[in-house]
């Protein structure tokens, strides 16, 4: 039987002002990364194991009630679940001190950091193969994650990507309504009006590769299917038709899930045109399997 597993704040536990040089228990707080909704991204050390992490921590007045902690419960149950090399691993999740701190391993960058800078197509092709792999054993493990977007990839040395930020993710078993969640320029049309399913993470994953190869995303929305001149060069066809069918606003024509879309690349044998890349026997494209959605 699963164990229950509840996050629990207790009542005598104060929560003081977080400043850059504060500690946490083992933790010490050395820049701000970022600030999202609810909260804050900070680079830290690890006093104890003596590395770099980033910790995660919401606002506190997003801990004052049931759901937002519910929110937080679900956030760290589906990262403890996930286990693959290009999904960011969960390190600590806990109250410390009154505030609630998710660690996880410090990145170089986000992959929307390094798309300002020029990029070869051999490395894009490299992310692009990871970023799928990710996609396609997250909702091979039934998880639906709901802002695939550049921010939430984070780079690391040796060209490794990782998935991050499952936030609003959910585990998926059958298409249900939630809100329309998501990040405006990459949500897919039907997750926009809360019917978010598989097909919406596969959209949002293609506008990321567009972008990655083309240098920008198509005008959103769009009902039809933007021009692919600027992808064509230096793309097999094969692989531009990947990117065009994941990227239909039509769901039904894109590829049911992040598995499909996965075992449709595996297929692909040279992405570039001059074939200087050959993806044969690349681990990252061990075939996958999940029941149809």
Known sequence: MAVSLKI?????????????????????LTRRLGEGGFATVYAATD???????????PDNRYLQNSQSLDDMQREVRIMAKLDHPAILPLKDARFIDGHFVIAFPLGEETLADRMTRRLSRATAIDYAV?????????????????????????????QV???????????????????????????APEQAMGKPT?????????????????????????????????????LSKD????????????PNRRFRDGVAMH??????????????ISLTGSNAYAPMTRRAA
Request: hydrophobic fraction near 40%; aromatic fraction near 12%.
């Open 198 to 234: 598989y097909r919406s993470d596969v959209f949002s994953l293609g506008l990321v590769l567009y972008r990655l190869f083309a240098g920008d995303v198509p005008e959103y929305p769009f009902d039809r299917l933007p021009n692919f001149n600027r992808l064509r060069k230096g």
């Open 47 to 57: 006093l104890v194991e003596d590395r770099k992490v980033a910790l995660k921590i």
């Open 239 to 250: 692989f531009v038709d990947l990117i065009k069918k994941a990227i239909d606003p039509t």
């Open 130 to 158: 990871q970023m799928i792999s990710a996609v396609g054993y997250a909702h091979e493990q039934m998880v639906l994650h709901r802002d695939i977007k550049p921010d939430n990839f984070v780079l690391f040395p040796n």
């Open 161 to 187: 990507v990782q998935l991050t930020d499952f936030g609003l993710a959910r585990f998926e078993s059958r298409p249900h309504d939630v809100s329309g969640s998501g990040t405006l320029g990459y949500i």
């Open 8 to 28: 629990f704040r207790s009542s005598d536990q104060e929560s003081g002002p977080l400043r850059i040089g504060s500690r946490l228990d083992k933790y010490r």
């Open 263 to 276: 075992n449709a690349m595996s297929k692909i044998k040279f992405p570039l045109t001059d074939r200087s």
